[in-house]
């Protein structure tokens, strides 16, 4: 909108006047207006005489690309409506698959703008109290799941820094839980083991893995019966496989291509995915923070103390005795 006739007429008169007293001061004392307004107009009148008393655009010559491309805000849609996920979760999900890295805020700005409902909120059960091991390695949680026909994932987290081993196997028996311990387990790691702690399925209390965990000096710590939230990190640790990496792969794959799509996840999960629950870190920031505490490998086997043995659920255990 062009400046009112009266409105030059005003810039005029406090350059005029400024030229007439010759103090800027007295000049913006007497027009009620500040020194750097006082400046801008002065400068302007001088270069190019009563034209420059006019406003100018504010629009600057060179405008930011958009973040946000129409092509990102169709991908975001699609992937809301197909997988019902929130910004956190599409966040991550975009991150992973797509390698585009958005803020949850400009998420909701995308969501907000296409006049996106936002998801119904579920009633969440009374957490309970917590805890978490200090030092890495005193505890991992070892646990298995069915992901489609003779296909079973193995998982292992550990207690304070969250980190996870993944591996695919065609059963869950004692002999594929040994495998996974001595092919994966203990290799990437990047810590000494002090305690495994599982369920009591067939596949842990097996004689061949409580003998391979004996023979590495690892501690065995099975859940009483009844109590399945003992071991709910490595529980909910799953249930987030199962809605974030096993709802966007075809299991009908090749064996070989499923197990490296399930080395990426891992690899995803434990140097790019934060967790509320270690202070919206990664499990290797939480790593790094905590590795002076680690022990050596010489100094657990000294504190380790030869389980005993006992019968529980008809099965014979080699279990510590501080467990019994």
């Known amino acids: 909108m062009p400046d009112s006739e009266a409105v030059l007429k005003a810039r005029l008169r406090w350059v005029e006047t400024d030229q007439s007293t010759g103090q800027a001061a007295l000049t913006c004392r007497r027009c009620g207006i500040s020194k750097p307004t006082l400046r801008k107009w002065w400068l302007r009148y001088q270069a ?10 504010c629009r600057p010559h060179r405008l930011r690309p958009r973040k946000v491309t129409p092509e990102h805000e169709t991908l975001i849609l699609h992937r809301r409506h197909t997988r019902h996920l929130g910004p956190k979760g599409l966040q991550r999900e975009l991150l992973r698959l797509q390698q585009l890295r958005f803020s949850t805020r400009t998420l909701w700005k995308v969501l907000h703008a296409h006049q996106v409902a936002r998801l119904r909120a579920t009633a969440r059960p009374r957490q309970p109290k917590r805890y ?15 992901v489609a026909r003779n296909l079973y994932q193995f998982t292992a987290l550990d207690d304070c820094t ?3 081993v993944l591996g695919l196997y065609a059963g869950r028996t004692a002999a594929d839980a040994t495998r996974f311990l001595q092919e ?14 599982t369920d009591r399925g067939s596949e842990f209390i097996g004689a061949q893995f409580q003998e391979a965990l004996r023979e590495q000096h690892i501690k065995f710590r099975p859940n009483r019966p009844a109590a399945p ?59 790094q923070e905590v590795m002076a505490l680690v022990p050596t490998h010489e100094a657990v086997q000294e504190a380790y103390v030869p389980p005993v043995g006992c019968i529980a659920n008809n099965h014979y255990l080699w279990v510590p005795k501080d467990d019994l």
């Open 48 to 57: 190019e005489g009563r034209a420059g008393l006019r406003s100018r655009r």
């Open 132 to 146: 978490t091991r200090p030092v890495p390695g005193e505890r991992v949680q070892l646990d298995t799941c069915k």
């Open 162 to 164: 969250r980190l996870r």
């Open 184 to 197: 994966r387990l203990l290799r990437e790691l990047p810590f000494p083991i002090q305690r495994v702690q």
């Open 229 to 287: 939230h003992l071991n709910g990190k490595v529980e909910r640790s799953q249930r987030t496989d199962r809605v974030e990496f096993w709802a966007t792969v075809d299991t009908t794959a090749p064996r070989e291509t499923l197990e490296a799509q399930l080395l990426e996840w891992q690899r995803f999960y434990n140097q790019e995915r934060t967790h509320s629950a270690i202070g919206s870190k990664t499990p290797h920031a939480r790593w």
